[in-house]
């Protein structure tokens, strides 16, 4: 769903940043890098639609994991860097944690893959 969000270009909305830069909040400051780049956003959002549906297909889940494990994580130290409030980090911890554990669980299954 976010990622349709960030198709129809509602997540980021286009800022005026009239401040100095060091004076911004953080969470500003994030948002606008984000929705500075219409090309960023597309990649970002196909990026997350693709690792969803590859996640969905039981065929190619275990790819889907693996590929979203680094996704989650970045999103999980972006928001605690940039000051999110305590519910939306607990719940991007929680994703990346939760990604990590599906790899852990399939360990086996990836070290057959690759040798």
Request: net charge positive; with cysteine; proline share 6%.
């Amino acid at each position: 769903m976010n990622s349709v969000i960030q198709f129809l270009d509602m997540q980021y909305p286009r800022r005026h940043i009239h401040e100095p830069i060091d004076q911004v909040d953080p969470v500003t400051l994030v948002w606008y890098f984000f929705g500075y780049s219409q090309p960023y956003r597309l990649f970002i959002a196909l990026s997350e639609l693709v690792l969803g549906m590859l996640i969905i297909i039981p065929n190619t889940s275990r790819l889907g994991v693996l590929l979203y494990f680094p996704f989650a994580l970045n999103i999980a130290v972006m928001t605690w860097c940039f000051t999110h409030t305590l519910p939306v980090k607990v719940v991007s911890t929680f994703i990346a944690i939760s990604s990590f554990y599906l790899i852990i669980r399939e360990l086996s299954t990836y070290k057959k893959l690759l040798l």
